[in-house]
Each structure stands twice: as structure tokens, then as C-alpha cells.
């Protein structure tokens, strides 16, 4: 498994772009969440569970997807 980047551009395997803004934890249930933001339309912010954000692309589900990752860290330099 990957290993999640703060403040880094990732790209969703079905193409659009987002910055990883942190990373929190679920009031209820404690599991580790990724709060990002899109890079594309309104820009809002968007969570969802570390396991899934870092999880591969489902290939039986999704064949044609040549990306392994579900988000992949993009190679985009720090200012």
C-alpha cells in the first residue's frame, strides 16, 4: 500500500486532480479519514476513510483503468 502525502496533488483514477489538505479522525469510530479538495470546479473540500483513499483501482470492476491506485500521487514539485 501507498503511503498518503500531505499537502500533495493525487489523481483519482477516473481523471480528475485534488490536494490532500490533512488527515482527521471519524468522531465515532475512530478510523482515520483524508480530508481533500477538489482541483476543479468549486474546489470544496471532500473525506473519505485512509484505507479506501489509498486502497488499488477494483481492475475486475474497472478493466480498461491502467492506474493502479485508486488516487495516485502525481509527481508535481513543492513551492
Known amino acids: 500500500m501507498q503511503e ?4 500533495r496533488i493525487y489523481k483519482h483514477f477516473k481523471g480528475n486532480y485534488y490536494l ?3 488527515v482527521c479522525k471519524h468522531s465515532e ?10 482541483l476543479y470546479d468549486d474546489g ?3 473525506v473519505r476513510p485512509l484505507e ?3 486502497s488499488e ?3 475486475e470492476k ?3 483503468v491502467e492506474q493502479k491506485y485508486r ?3 502525481q509527481d508535481v514539485p513543492k513551492k
Open 62 to 64: 474497472y478493466p480498461d
Open 71 to 73: 488516487f495516485q500521487l
Open 20 to 22: 490532500v489538505e490533512d
Open 52 to 54: 479506501m483513499f489509498l
Open 29 to 38: 469510530t475512530q478510523e482515520d479519514m483524508v480530508i481533500y479538495r477538489k
Open 44 to 46: 470544496s473540500l471532500w
Open 4 to 7: 498518503l502525502q500531505l499537502h
Open 57 to 59: 483501482v477494483d481492475h
